[in-house]
């Protein structure tokens, strides 16, 4: 893991994206690329005055030559390589295109107005569209531990091996790694075969067990979050299908609204 990919906007959340993304390649001895979409607006004929869309562009671009400018001089201060990217365009395609050799992306758990989206859509779309790894960040984040207590919601699912494979080279320099299975019906595989798993990349790891006892099983995780004073957790997204999650609640939409912690997901 050593190409770290940002998603630059000036937005609540982008603080909170930018310190962990520094202390992510710090801690890896990386390189970090910050990319910056400026959207085309799209304006509606209702909407539409003589000059307005030309008016919509040009803002998008000040702003984002205005955060440009005061990312580059705070880049140029720290101890890390970095670089920048800027794109203009569908960010969907934009986001697609500069994936291509990041090991992680970092963007935003649930950040409102990102992009002119929700950025907890965004953050699925990207675990779901891409093969990289998103690390969602809350945007009250005010530093991100690598080294730390990490947390491994585990059900067995191919989702949760994805992103169990992809946090290795984290996981070997982490504090304590606590892999949490919530009883439930649909385990796959037991904790175990993911702590065997990790004895072999010579990572030591402690197994819990917990009943699903409060409303849910993302508030199960929560409390061990806050139990074990974890840092961060590492889990598979979306192990239904996302509809079925967006209208009758999931482990991956609640995590991404509620967690206190910074999510490493893969799907």
Request: hydrophobic share 50%; net charge negative; charged share 25%.
């Amino acid at each position: 893991m050593k190409d770290i990919l940002l998603l630059a906007h000036d937005d609540s959340g982008q603080e909170a994206r930018l310190q962990a993304a520094l202390d992510l390649t710090r801690a890896v001895k990386g390189r970090l690329t910050c990319l910056d979409v400026v959207e085309v607006p799209v304006v509606g004929a209702d909407l539409w005055v003589p000059g307005g869309h030309g008016f919509l562009v040009e803002e998008a671009c000040e702003q984002a030559a205005d955060l440009r400018n005061r990312v580059r001089a705070r880049l140029a201060r720290e101890d890390v390589s970095w670089d920048w990217k800027d794109a203009a365009g569908d960010l969907a395609r934009c986001i697609d295109e500069a994936t291509g050799l990041a090991d992680v992306i970092v963007a935003s758990a649930r950040s409102d107005g990102l992009f002119g989206v929700g950025s907890r859509r965004l953050a699925a779309d990207l675990v779901l569209r891409s093969k990289t790894p998103v690390l969602a960040v809350p945007d009250d984040l005010r530093r991100f531990d690598p080294a730390g207590r990490v947390l491994v919601a585990w059900d067995g699912s191919a989702p949760a091996i994805a992103a169990l494979h992809a946090a290795v080279p984290l996981l070997r320099t982490a504090e304590l790694v606590v892999i949490l299975e919530v009883e439930r019906d649909t385990i796959v595989s037991p904790a175990e075969d993911a702590a065997g798993y990790l004895s072999r990349h010579a990572i030591a790891s402690v197994v819990e067990r917990r009943r699903r006892i409060t409303p849910s099983i993302a508030a199960t995780i929560r409390d061990e979050i806050a139990r074990q004073h974890i840092d961060y957790v590492v889990m598979g997204a979306f192990s239904h299908m996302r509809l079925t999650e967006a209208v009758f609640g999931g482990v991956s939409h609640d995590m991404l609204k509620h967690s206190p912690v910074p999510l490493f997901m893969a799907h």
